[in-house]
């Protein structure tokens, strides 16, 4: 079947059928859409007006389509492994540091709201979670962080620029980050602190699986 068939299944106004195969593919693309980035936001309204036909498509690639109506993101996630990416033991570890303080910090805050920590509190954590035998230098620290903003989990209050030599500087923790990590309970947090604090402390150049 090929796309324009695919496509005739479909009761669609001409220029949604246009504008959908870009759409999906920037969302396999890209991970997630925000409803709150200007770049973003005409594709996610275009997702949500058409959930369920971008969903049989997504589905028929071996996809699900997920939605965090609170934060307004979508997300796209494979059912199988070939299309997750898969990071250095780093990267892992300060994912997870980011999904730790954004619990931490999200109590205090409306649904709709993302926390805002600090550069030094990223690096206190991450020596918290990992140990201090894993600590960075300030390079490492750096590309760490671009890595975070592509993925689309922080974004950066005080410039463009990350500069982690300034603990003050303050980062937007993304509602995309509880999405990449999802977790759901106190016992299967735990569970996943346990298992970085034993790759820290086991493996220096391993990869682990997140979904994507």
């Known amino acids: ?61 071996g996809f699900d389509l997920l939605h965090d109506e609170y934060h307004r993101i979508y997300q796209g996630v494979s059912q199988f492994g070939y299309c ?29 709201s993302d926390p805002v920590v600090t550069v030094g509190e990223v690096r206190d954590e991450y ?17 760490l962080l671009r890595k975070m903003r592509a993925l689309g989990l922080i974004e950066m209050l005080d410039g463009r620029t990350i500069d982690v030599r300034d603990s003050e500087a303050r980062l937007r923790l993304r509602g995309s980050v509880r999405m990449i990590l999802p977790v759901k309970s106190v016992e299967e947090w735990e569970a996943w602190l346990r298992r970085y604090r034993k790759s820290a402390d086991e493996r220096s150049d391993s990869e682990d699986e997140v979904d994507e």
């Open 84 to 112: 997750r990416a898969r990071y250095k033991l780093d990267d892992s570890l300060m994912i997870v540091v980011l999904r730790k303080l954004y619990e931490d910090n999200a109590e205090r805050l409306s649904l709709m």
């Open 127 to 143: 020596r918290a979670i990992t140990g201090r035998q894993r600590e960075l230098n300030i390079s490492q620290y750096e590309e």
């Open 1 to 61: 079947m090929s796309k324009d068939d695919l496509l005739d299944t479909f009761d669609l106004p001409e220029k949604i059928r246009r504008d959908l195969p870009r759409v999906v593919n920037r969302l396999l693309g890209e991970t997630f859409l925000y409803q709150d980035y200007e770049d973003d936001k005409d594709d996610y309204y275009l997702v949500h007006r058409h959930h369920e036909v971008v969903q049989k498509i997504l589905n028929a690639a």
